[in-house]
C-alpha cells in the first residue's frame, strides 16, 4: 500500500525565495497565565528575539533574516530546507519556534505557532515586511487603547468594542488625553525588531602556533531601532539583505 502517496500536500513544494511567518496560537491565554504586563512586556519581547536568534543560527532552517513583533515572527529565506516541501518546512519551524518559546519562557503548558508559506520574489520581500510593520503598528495603537481602557474599568470584550472603528487619530487623541504619546513609546513596540545573519570577523587563538588568528564567523545584527521598510533607507536595507 502506498501509504505516503496518499499523503495530502506532502509533494507539494515551492522555489526561494519565500517568507514563512508564524504566528502564536492563543497566545492571549498565555499571556493571562504568565501576567505579562500590558499593553507590552518586555520580557516577553526580549524572549521572541531569543527565538528568533535560534531560528536564524540554532534550528538548522537558516533563513537570512527575521521580523517580529508581538506573538508573530516573519522568516525570510533565499535556499529551502527540505526540498523545499511546504509542508516540511511550515511544520519544522513551527515547532521550532514553539519549543525555543517554551523554553524561554520557562512555560509549563504547551505552546504552538501556526505557518504559512508566502513567495517573495522581486521587491515583494519590501511590500510584504511594510505591510507587517503597518500592522504591528496598528498593534501598538490598539494595545494601548485597549489596556488603558480595561485599566479604567472596562471588561476587555467592553474595550474591543468601544475601539472597534476608531479610526487612528482618535486613538492617538484618546491616549494623549491620558498622557501618552504613542509616536514616542519605544521602537519595538512601534516598529518590531529585525535580526539579519552577517558574516563577521572574530579574533581567535590557534594553539598549535600560540598566535591570534582572525577567524570568519556568522553573527546577529538586531539595529537598536528598526527603520521604516517604507522609507528609501529602510527599504535600501531590506534589498541589501535579500539582494534583490
Known sequence: MDIKGREIYSNLTIFPPVFVRLDGRAFHRLARA??????????????MRSVCRYLLTGSG???????????????????????????????????????????????????????????????????????????????????????????EGMSPREAAAALRGMQSDAMHDMMFQRGVNLAA???????????????????????????SVEAKRTCIREPEETPLFSTVEGAALIRSLTGA
Open 34 to 47: 504568565l501576567d505579562l504586563r500590558r499593553p507590552f512586556d518586555p520580557l516577553f519581547h526580549a524572549a
Open 61 to 151: 532552517l537558516t533563513p537570512l533574516f527575521a521580523y517580529t513583533f508581538s506573538d508573530e515572527i516573519s522568516l525570510y529565506f533565499s535556499t529551502l530546507p527540505f526540498s523545499g516541501r511546504v509542508e516540511k518546512i511550515d511544520s519544522v519551524a513551527a515547532a521550532a519556534a514553539a519549543s525555543a518559546l517554551t523554553i524561554e519562557l520557562g512555560c509549563r503548558e504547551p505552546l504552538a505557532f501556526d505557518a504559512r508559506t508566502i513567495p517573495a520574489a522581486g521587491e515583494f520581500a519590501v511590500e510584504y515586511l511594510t505591510s507587517r510593520q503597518n500592522e504591528a503598528w496598528r498593534n501598538h495603537i490598539n494595545a494601548y487603547c485597549q489596556s488603558a481602557l480595561v485599566n
Open 185 to 211: 513609546t519605544p521602537a519595538w513596540q512601534r516598529r518590531g525588531t529585525l535580526l539579519y545573519r552577517e558574516e563577521c570577523v572574530k579574533e581567535g587563538y590557534n594553539p598549535l602556533t600560540g598566535e
